[in-house]
C-alpha cells in the first residue's frame, strides 16, 4: 500500500506534470466514467457525475494517504489508492492504456486521468464536506504545529507499542510500514516499546527521524516495490524494512524480524535495544 512519501509524490505529479505528462490544475472535466461501481464510496454515480462535470481543478494536495483534489464551487475529489491503485494522466494520442481502469475522468482536452487498480481495493470520495472523509485523520507528521511540545503529548497520553501507535491513522496520518521501521531505526527505538514509556530525548529523536525519513523517501519519488508503482528508488536504501538477516549498514548486525501487532517488524537487535530499567 503506497505510504505519505509515495501519494506525495503521486500527488505532485498530478499537479505539476512529468516529462511525459502534464499537470492538471486548470483543466476542466468534461465527463466521469465509472468503470467499477464500488470504487465510487459516495456519492451515488448521478451525483457525482453532477458534482464533477464542469468543473475546473483548482488544486492537488495530500492529506495523510488520501489524494485532494480540489475543484471550484467548493467541490473535492478525495482517492484512496489502498493495495494496487494508481493515478496517470493519458494523453489523447498515447496507445498505451492501462488494463484495469475503474474510473476515469475525461478533461476538455482530450486528454484524461485514469484511476488504475488491478485489486479493485481503492476507493474515490466526491464532496463538498472534507471533514465528511478526511475529518478524523490524526495530525499531519509535516504540520507546523507538531512540535515536540505536542508530540511528546501525544505519546505520554497512550500506552501502546510504539509501531503500533504511529500505524494508527486517528494518531498521525500517513504513516505505513515501510517508513515507520525506517523512522524507528534511524531513532534508536525498538518497535514494541511502550509509547509512553520513551525518554523525552527519543521523542524528539523519533518526530526527526520521522520528517527525515519521509523527506528522503520523497526526495527519491517514494518506493517501488510493488509491480505497480513507478519511478520510485527509495527502496534501495531501506536499513531495516524487507532486510531480515542482512546486516544492519550503522552496526552490522543480522535484522530480525517479529510480529508487532500482528504485522511483520524488522529493527535491529543492537541499534534498538530493549527498554533500560532506569528509563521512566
Aim: charged share 25%; hydrophobic share 35%.
Amino acid at each position: 500500500m503506497p505510504e505519505l512519501a509515495e501519494v506525495e509524490t503521486i500527488a505532485r505529479n498530478l499537479r505539476d506534470g512529468t516529462t511525459n505528462s502534464p499537470g492538471i490544475i486548470g483543466k476542466t472535466i468534461r465527463d466521469l466514467v465509472i468503470h467499477w461501481h464500488k470504487t465510487l464510496a459516495m456519492p451515488d454515480e448521478a451525483s457525482a457525475h453532477s458534482r464533477a462535470v464542469g468543473k475546473e481543478i483548482l488544486s492537488v494536495g495530500r492529506r495523510g494517504k488520501f489524494i485532494q483534489i480540489e475543484l471550484d464551487g467548493n467541490c473535492y475529489i478525495f482517492i484512496h489508492l489502498r493495495m494496487s491503485g494508481d493515478l496517470q494522466v493519458i494523453s489523447p494520442s498515447n496507445e498505451k492504456i492501462p488494463g484495469h481502469i475503474r474510473a476515469e475522468w475525461v478533461f476538455s482536452d482530450g486528454s484524461r486521468l485514469v484511476f488504475n487498480d488491478p485489486r479493485k481495493f481503492g476507493r474515490i470520495w466526491i464532496t463538498d464536506l472534507p471533514q465528511d472523509v478526511v475529518g478524523k485523520l490524526g495530525i499531519d507528521p509535516f504540520d507546523e504545529q507538531l512540535t515536540i511540545i505536542t508530540f511528546s503529548s501525544m505519546l505520554m497520553n497512550k500506552h501502546r507499542q510504539i509501531k503500533a501507535l504511529l500505524l494508527d491513522q486517528t494518531f498521525l496520518s500517513g504513516m505505513g510500514n515501510i517508513y515507520t521501521h525506517e523512522s524507528l531505526h534511524r531513532a534508536g527505538i525498538l518497535p514494541r516499546r511502550d509509547s509512553s514509556r520513551l525518554t523525552v530525548d527519543e521523542m524528539d529523536k523519533l518526530l526527526g527521524a520521522i520528517r527525515e525519513v519521509l523527506t528522503e523517501g520523497i526526495m527519491r519519488n517514494g518506493s517501488s516495490i510493488d509491480w505497480v508503482y513507478r519511478g520510485g528508488d527509495f527502496q534501495n536504501y531501506f536499513r531495516v524494512y524487507g532486510r531480515k538477516d542482512q546486516p544492519c549498514p550503522v552496526c552490522g548486525t543480522a535484522i530480525a524480524r517479529t510480529l508487532v501487532g500482528q504485522r511483520g517488524t524488522h529493527y535491529c537487535p543492537h541499534c534498538q535495544p530493549e527498554e533500560r530499567s532506569n528509563e521512566m
